[in-house]
């Protein structure tokens, strides 16, 4: 079984001359992209009937951007390890709030077996009071600061979003100069700025997941009950839950147990959500195996 | 048919937590808002479309742009690209309320 790239060529959609803007929009509907796209389900399809043997423990090298125009925004070292330290958590199934999930669910919370390190954190003073989601923040031209090698690591934005964003990511296959995920930094980490409901650090965490290819449990349809997240154990649900749902939760036929509004996969407060499943983690390990395995590759010589 | 106040056309975000009685609360996107997963929004452009706002696949609001009309100055219908009209989202709204910080629609 082998990846064969499903990367889009650099510069394919990005062009500098022209509004931000339009990027997004470009990405969208730009062919390369669909074809990446395509390529990665198929091989992430392939994978989950392979079953090939696990992965083991992977460390994500990661580097923490701050970008920030007043200075609350510049959070401080110990905010930035707070948020590694949930993500290791999170990923590891090592959160002491795992134990709030009904029991129905227990057995399907996973452990991804990954492991982020923090590498380094870069600091930039920024002109742009609030970023749009055109990916500025991910380029020093346009005001934010560059990615740093991001084939091999995971490249983390804060800055201050617009719109009442709380974060976005990349899926796989999208271009190397904007891979990475982004937070608004009163949704970073659990200390500082960090700002309830959304103090515990899950918007990373969510983020972090989409990275890695997985896709809202609702399955991105509204609220209809025809999308898919393409993983088997989570339950089919109609749209996003938002605050902290009460169990159960039932929509698009799914009783007894309903929605799994405890995935961080879902729209909850940070408080509410506190598991990946099983099939999300070999989901996880088949953007590992597959688009991202460079850094497989450079874990392995580190 | 009379055109819709000029404060209109600007991007806004639905804060859904300040919806009351069947009346959606809009922000200017622009202005400080309070952040929440999953924000909607609306962009009314003079042109005569509108953009529906709507989180995509990796949280990045993905618009869908269709045409607005104007039946009266208070209402606005709604007219969706194929496919693109989730399920509820309103053909109609009544201007309830509109500043340059507050727009209040009342589906209709
Ligand atoms: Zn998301």
Redesign the interface.
């Known amino acids: 079984m082998a990846f064969d790239g499903g990367r889009l060529a650099p510069g394919a959609v990005r062009d500098w001359c022209g509004t931000m803007p339009v990027h997004r929009r470009l990405l969208d509907s730009d062919p390369g992209y669909a074809r990446a796209r395509e390529e990665i389900e198929t091989f992430t399809y392939d994978a989950a009937r392979e079953d090939p043997p696990p992965l083991g423990l992977v460390t994500i090298p990661t580097v923490v951007h701050v970008v920030w125009s007043r200075p609350e925004q510049n959070v401080g070292d110990e905010q930035v390890a707070s948020q590694i330290e949930i993500l290791n958590r999170d990923f590891r199934r090592r959160n002491d709030d795992v134990a709030i999930l009904p029991p129905v669910w227990a057995p399907v919370a996973a452990d991804a077996d990954i492991e982020f390190a923090l590498v380094d954190v870069t600091r930039t003073r920024t002109e742009v009071a609030a970023f749009d989601t055109d990916d500025g923040v991910k380029s020093a031209r346009a005001g934010g600061a560059d990615p740093v090698s991001p084939d091999t690591h995971l490249n983390l934005w804060v800055c201050q979003l617009g719109g009442g964003l709380l974060g976005y990511a990349q899926f796989p296959g999208g271009p190397l100069e904007t891979d990475g995920v982004v937070v608004t930094f009163t949704a970073f980490g659990s200390s500082g700025t960090a700002t309830a409901p959304f103090d515990l650090g899950r918007t990373s965490t969510h983020e972090v997941g989409h990275w890695l290819n997985l896709r809202h449990i609702w399955g991105d349809d509204g609220d209809g009950c025809g999308g898919d997240d393409f993983v088997a154990d989570t339950p089919n649900q109609g749209g996003p839950n938002y605050g902290k749902p009460t169990y159960p939760k039932v929509s698009c036929a799914n009783g007894p147990h309903g929605d799994m509004f405890v995935n961080y996969m879902d729209y909850s407060d940070d408080a509410a959500m506190v598991m990946f499943t099983r099939g999300q983690a070999l989901r996880m390990a088949a953007a590992l195996r597959g688009p991202r395995s460079a850094l497989l590759a450079a874990a392995a010589t580190s | 048919m009379t055109p819709p106040p000029a404060a209109l056309f600007r991007?806004w975000?639905h804060?859904?937590e300040e919806d009351a009685e069947g009346v959606r609360v809009y922000r200017p996107?622009?202005r400080p808002?309070?952040?929440?997963?999953?924000?909607d929004?609306i962009e009314f452009r003079p042109d005569g479309t509108f953009a529906d706002l709507?989180?995509?696949?990796?949280?990045?609001?993905?618009?869908s742009v269709g045409r607005w009309t104007a039946p009266a100055r208070d209402r606005l219908a709604l007219a969706y690209p194929p496919g693109a009209r989730?399920?509820?989202a309103p053909t109609g709204y009544e201007i309830v309320e509109l500043t340059p910080d507050l727009l209040r629609l009342r589906a209709v």
């Not at chain 2, 808002?33 to 999953?38: F, M, Q, V, Y």
Request: proline share 19%; net charge positive; glycine share 14%.
């Open positions: 991007r975000v804060v859904r996107a622009d808002l309070p952040p929440a997963r999953g924000r929004g709507r989180p995509g696949p990796t949280d990045a609001p993905v618009a989730s399920a509820g």
